[in-house]
């Protein structure tokens, strides 16, 4: 069965860290760019971070720039998001989606039609 399989969510208090891991089954992420979403409730989902198929390049947003690290671990088949110096507006349902699209990997959700995970909960909350 091909799938992403996203996990690491949960509550954590402001200031704090989580690593949320993303990882494909039946296929080699390898050759998919990797993007990291969020939902939180009541918004649209926008892009976090991404990491293309070629080169490893990597692409935040702006709300997420130094906090937040994507990498890859090609002999686990996973990506990660490691986020730190975590806001309650960070808030959210995390989902990791696959791209076949060359090239720097980008945060446009319409961008990724390969595979999308079920998503993980994260709360930033005292």
């Known amino acids: 069965q091909l799938q992403l399989v996203e996990s690491g969510g949960g509550l954590v208090q402001p200031g704090g860290s989580l690593r949320l891991s993303c990882a494909a089954s039946?296929?080699?992420?390898?050759?998919?760019?990797i993007g990291w979403f969020r939902q939180a409730p009541g918004k649209e989902r926008e892009g976090v971070s991404c990491?293309?198929?070629?080169?490893?390049?990597?692409s935040y947003a702006d709300s997420v720039k130094g906090r937040f690290t994507i990498s890859r671990d090609n002999a686990k088949n996973t990506v990660y998001l490691q986020m730190n110096s975590l806001k309650p507006e960070d808030t959210a349902v995390y989902y990791c989606?696959?791209?076949?699209?060359?090239?720097?990997?980008?945060?446009?959700?319409?961008?990724?039609?390969?595979?999308w995970g079920q998503g993980t909960q994260v709360t930033v909350s005292s």
């Open positions: 989606a696959a791209s076949r699209v060359v090239g720097q990997c980008v945060l446009s959700e319409g961008a990724y039609r390969n595979y």
């Open positions: 039946g296929f080699t992420l390898d050759y998919y760019a």
């Open positions: 990491t293309s198929r070629s080169d490893g390049s990597t």
